[in-house]
């Protein structure tokens, strides 16, 4: 009888002990969470992106390009860290392509392309992107100049 209540009472203890262990090994084997690794690549995906599109707009002045990638970016990744700099220069870009600045113009052909990148649309374009910067991101280094843009274009605040 003692042989049996000792080998019952080892049986347990063994079963206790290697039920965590299995239950380690499953976690460990799974590796990090997918949920934190995606997150850290897509923020670096969107860091990529924000970088082609300043490069676009301060170096090559290209403005339809810096544009249409900042428009990207804040589609396509709400969630990015650094929003406020892409909302500038969305609409930054968006008032100089209304204004004829830069060494690219908005496509003229089709006809809905040309009225999409109509004057007028790209204004509204500014306003509205402005407009979210300054309203999101109070602390941001670029919302100083998006209100005094604003202040031009006669928004009311």
């Known amino acids: 009888m003692k042989i049996m209540a000792l080998t019952l009472g080892g049986v347990t203890l063994a079963a206790a002990l ?26 670096k995906d969107a860091r990529h992106n924000l970088e082609v599109a300043r ?13 249409k990638r900042a428009e990207e970016l804040i589609e396509g990744y709400p969630e990015f860290t650094q929003l406020d700099e892409a909302l500038y220069i969305a609409g930054m870009s968006s008032l100089y392509l209304s204004e004829g600045k830069g060494k690219q113009k908005p496509p003229a052909a089709p006809a809905e392309a040309a009225e999409m990148y109509s004057p007028e ?3 509204g374009g500014a306003q509205s992107y402005l407009s979210r910067l300054v ?3 109070p602390e941001s280094k670029f919302r100083k100049e998006a209100e005094e843009v604003l202040a031009r274009l006669g928004e009311k605040k």
């Open 18 to 43: 290697a039920a965590p262990a299995a239950a380690q090994r499953g976690t460990v084997a799974k590796g990090p969470d997918p949920a934190v690794i995606k997150d850290t690549e897509i923020e």
């Open 55 to 67: 490069h676009y707009f301060k170096m090559k002045k290209a403005y339809f390009a810096s544009f």
């Open 121 to 123: 649309r790209l204004r």
């Open 135 to 137: 309203g999101g991101y």
